[in-house]
C-alpha cells in the first residue's frame, strides 16, 4: 500500500494559484462550469472505453451531481465517469502544466480588471476550484481499478495524495468555500450558473437539495441532437467554448443535420483567433467524431482536409461502426464521402459570412487566409470556390484593403482579359515595382501577392471565371502588344546599340536585354521567361538551398 505523499506543483501551477486566488474576484462562478466541464469529459471518457469492455459502463446513468452542504461549508461536484488513478491525479492535478495554464499566464496583462475578465474567458481547468475554496479535495477512483486516491491542498504550493476509500467510480471534488463564497450553497444560485454555462452538457447535472429528490438543471441531451429552432447563438458559443478549449467566441457556426444515403450531424465552427500552433505541420488537429453519440475521438484529421485545419467542432455519425481506429478512417468510403460534404459546409458557411458580414470575414481572412489558400494547391474540386473566398492586395486600392477576385473581373476594362498580378516580399516592394508602370498608364488593376504560399497559388490557379491569371514580371507577347507605343520600330533602331552594349556587359546572366514599352519611369526592370520559373520562386528555391 502506499503512503501519504506531499507534493509541490509545478513552477507554472503555482503562479496560476497564486494569481487566481489573490487577484481574481469578478467572474468567479467559472470555476463551476470548468468542474463541470471535466466531469463531462470523465464520463465521455468512460462511455469510450467501454465500446471494448462494457462491464465497466455498469447499468447506473452517467450523470453530474451537486451536492450543496450548507452545515459543512462544501459543495460537492461528483460524477461517475472514468475517475483517475494515482499517477494521473499527481500529474493532472499538480505537476504537469497544460498548454491552457501557461497561454492564460503569458496573456495577463498585469491589469487586475483586464485579467479578472480574462480568467473568466479562459478554459483554466480545474485550479479554478481555488477562486471560491481555500481547500479543494478530491476523491477518485478508476473505472478500471480498486484502488481509490484523496488528493487535497489549501492551493499554497503543495497537494497531498494517498490512498483512500470510496465504492463506486469516478471523482468527487469538494470544495471547502471561502467564507465569502458561500453564495454557491444556494439553490437558486446555482441553478442559474447551470442554466447559464452549462447547458449544452449532454448528461443530467443534478442537483441536490437538502430535502427531497435532485432536480435536473440541465436538457442533458447531445447539445448537436437538439433542433436548431431551440438553441440560441449563446448556447452555441458556450458549447463551443466547452469543446474547443476556446475562451474567445467563434466567428461563425454551422449546424446541419443530414439523412438518407449518408447520416451525420456536423457542428462545425470557425475560431476567432489562430492557435499557437496553427503552422505546426506535426500537431495533430481536426474536429471531434462521434459515432451514434459516444464519443470516439478528438482532432480526427481525416475528417477535414489540412487547408481546413482552422475548423473546429465535431461530426456525428450513424455510419461507422463504434469501434473504429485511426487507421479504419484512412481508408474508409463513408469517411470520404463526409469529408466531401463538410468541405462543402465549410465553403458555404465561409461564403456566407463574406457575404452578410464582410468586416468579420476580413477579420477570418487576416487570421486564416494563408491556409485556406493552400486549397487552391491542394483541393482541384473545389479550387474555383477556394478563389473566390480569396482576398488579394490590388493597386486600385491604396491602403491594406484586400479585394475579391470577383470584385477585379467587375471593374475590368472592355480592353483587358487577364487577370494581372504581381508576386513580391513585401506590400511595399510590389507597389514601387517598376512592373507595374505600364499597367498604371493603362489604367489596368494588378493584384499584389506578398504571401510566401503566393508563388504556388497562382501556379494552380491558372485560371478564374474563364479568365487566365498573368504575372506582370513574365515576358509576354500579349503584355506588350497591349501596350505597345506607336514609334517602337524608330525606338528600337535608335537604341539598338545602347542594347548590345548592355547585353555584352551582362554576358549569360541574362536570357536577353530588350526594349520594352512597360516601364513609364524606371530604366529598365527584370523579367521572368514566359515558361519556368518566376524570379520570387527561384530566389525562394535559392533560399531554401535547392
Ligand atoms: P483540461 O480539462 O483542459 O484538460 P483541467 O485543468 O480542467 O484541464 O483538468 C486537468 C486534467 O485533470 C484533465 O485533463 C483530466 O485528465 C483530469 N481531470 C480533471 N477533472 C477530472 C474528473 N472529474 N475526472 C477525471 N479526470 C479529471
Ligand atoms: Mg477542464
Not at 3 to 14: D, G, I, W
Not at 156 to 169: L, N
Not at 309 to 316: A, C, H, I, K
Amino acid at each position: 500500500v502506499q503512503r501519504s505523499e506531499k507534493r509541490e506543483f509545478q513552477a507554472e501551477v503555482r503562479q496560476l494559484l497564486h494569481l487566481m486566488i489573490h487577484s481574481l474576484y469578478s467572474n468567479r462562478e467559472i470555476f463551476l462550469r470548468e468542474l463541470i466541464s471535466n466531469a463531462s469529459d470523465a464520463c465521455d471518457k468512460l462511455r469510450f472505453l467501454a465500446i471494448d469492455r462494457p462491464e465497466l459502463l455498469g447499468s447506473g446513468e452517467l450523470a453530474i451531481d451537486l451536492i450543496a452542504d450548507v452545515g459543512a461549508g462544501t459543495l460537492t461536484v461528483k460524477d461517475n465517469g472514468i475517475g483517475m488513478s494515482r499517477e494521473e491525479v499527481i500529474d493532472n492535478l499538480g505537476t504537469i502544466a497544460r498548454s491552457g495554464t501557461k497561454r492564460f499566464l503569458e496573456s495577463l496583462s498585469g491589469d487586475q480588471k483586464k485579467d479578472a475578465q480574462l480568467i473568466g474567458q479562459f478554459g483554466v481547468g480545474f485550479y479554478s476550484a481555488f477562486i471560491v475554496a481555500d481547500r479543494v479535495t478530491v476523491l477518485t477512483k478508476r473505472a478500471d481499478q480498486d484502488e481509490a486516491v484523496r488528493w487535497e491542498s489549501d492551493g499554497q504550493g503543495e497537494f497531498t495524495v494517498e490512498p483512500s476509500f470510496k465504492t463506486d467510480r469516478g471523482t468527487e471534488v469538494i470544495l471547502h468555500l471561502r467564507d465569502d463564497a458561500r453564495e454557491f450553497l444556494e439553490d437558486y444560485r446555482l441553478r442559474s450558473i447551470v442554466r447559464r454555462y452549462s447547458d449544452h452538457i449532454g448528461l443530467p447535472i443534478r442537483l441536490h437539495k437538502n430535502k427531497g429528490e435532485p432536480e435536473t438543471l440541465n436538457q442533458a441531451r447531445a447539445f448537436w441532437t437538439r433542433p436548431k429552432s431551440e438553441l440560441k447563438d449563446d448556447d452555441y458559443v458556450q458549447f463551443y467554448q466547452h469543446i474547443a478549449h476556446d475562451f474567445e467566441k467563434p466567428l461563425a457556426w454551422a449546424h446541419h443535420k443530414v439523412e438518407g444515403a449518408l447520416e451525420y450531424t456536423s457542428l462545425l465552427y470557425i475560431p476567432r483567433h489562430a492557435p499557437f500552433d496553427l503552422w505546426d505541420r506535426e500537431q495533430a488537429r481536426g474536429v471531434q467524431l462521434y459515432v451514434k453519440r459516444v464519443f470516439i475521438m478528438d482532432k480526427a484529421a481525416e475528417l477535414l482536409p489540412p487547408y481546413l485545419r482552422f475548423v473546429r467542432g465535431l461530426v456525428d455519425t450513424a455510419d461507422l461502426p463504434l469501434n473504429v481506429s485511426r487507421e479504419i478512417l484512412q481508408n474508409n468510403r463513408t469517411v470520404e464521402k463526409i469529408r466531401a460534404a463538410l468541405v462543402k459546409r465549410v465553403l458555404d458557411l465561409l461564403d456566407d459570412l463574406a457575404s452578410t458580414r464582410p468586416d468579420d470575414y476580413a477579420l477570418f481572412w487576416a487570421t486564416f487566409g494563408p491556409v485556406l489558400k493552400e486549397g487552391i494547391v491542394e483541393d482541384a474540386s473545389n479550387r474555383e470556390r477556394i478563389a473566390k473566398l480569396c482576398r488579394f492586395y490590388s493597386t486600385a486600392q491604396p491602403d491594406k484593403a484586400e479585394i475579391a477576385l470577383d470584385a477585379y473581373l467587375a471593374r475590368m476594362p472592355r480592353d483587358q482579359d487577364k487577370i494581372y498580378y504581381l508576386t513580391a516580399d513585401t506590400l511595399a516592394a510590389a507597389r514601387n515595382s517598376p512592373h507595374l508602370e505600364a499597367f498604371r498608364a493603362k489604367g489596368w488593376e494588378v493584384l499584389l501577392m506578398t504571401d510566401r504560399i503566393d508563388e504556388w497559388v497562382v501556379g494552380h490557379l491558372t485560371e478564374y471565371q474563364g479568365k487566365r491569371l498573368e504575372s506582370v514580371a513574365r515576358v509576354s507577347k500579349d503584355i506588350e502588344s497591349k501596350i505597345e507605343t506607336p514609334d517602337k520600330a524608330r525606338l528600337e533602331g535608335e537604341y539598338r546599340e545602347v542594347l548590345e552594349r548592355v547585353g555584352k556587359h551582362l554576358g549569360d546572366r541574362v536570357g536577353s536585354v530588350r526594349l520594352s514599352a512597360r516601364l513609364t519611369e524606371s530604366p529598365s526592370c527584370l523579367v521572368a521567361p514566359e515558361h519556368g520559373l518566376s524570379r520570387r520562386l527561384e530566389e525562394m528555391l535559392k533560399r531554401a538551398g535547392e
